[in-house]
Nanobody, 125 residues
């Protein structure tokens, strides 16, 4: 049983920063796709950022480009999401997801096998 545990969420003012972490119980070296999604109340789960290990490449949704950075530390079994210059529209529950094999439709949450329980991010003045 693979478990993902997110942490690092919280409440910040606009312009603030947070770093989310996601620890994967059996490691992330075998998981080519490590991805962050978010879901605001009443909205569908949306793609935020993904890291493709085999290509050493990161992907971002347009609204977070230049503000968020995804990274991973295989030795620590952890993927991170550094979030800077946070905006009220970033408020959501953030979920970590993993997939062993990269899928070209990587922004679609249906393609991910493993999920964490989520960590809440609230941006408000």
């Amino acid at each position: 049983q693979v478990t993902l545990v997110e942490s690092g969420g919280g409440s910040v003012q606009p312009g603030g920063s947070l770093r989310l972490s996601c620890v994967v119980s059996d490691g992330i070296g075998s998981k080519d796709a490590m991805t962050w999604f978010r879901q605001a109340p009443g909205k569908e789960r949306e793609f935020v950022s993904a890291h493709r290990w085999s290509m050493r490449r990161a992907y971002y949704t347009d609204s977070v480009k230049g503000r968020f950075t995804i990274s991973r530390d295989n030795a620590k079994k952890t993927v991170y999401l550094q979030m800077n210059n946070l905006k009220p529209e970033d408020t959501a529950m953030y979920f970590c997801a993993a997939r062993g094999v990269w899928n070209v439709d990587y922004t679609n949450p249906r393609h991910y096998s493993y999920w964490g329980q989520g960590t809440q991010v609230t941006v408000s003045s």
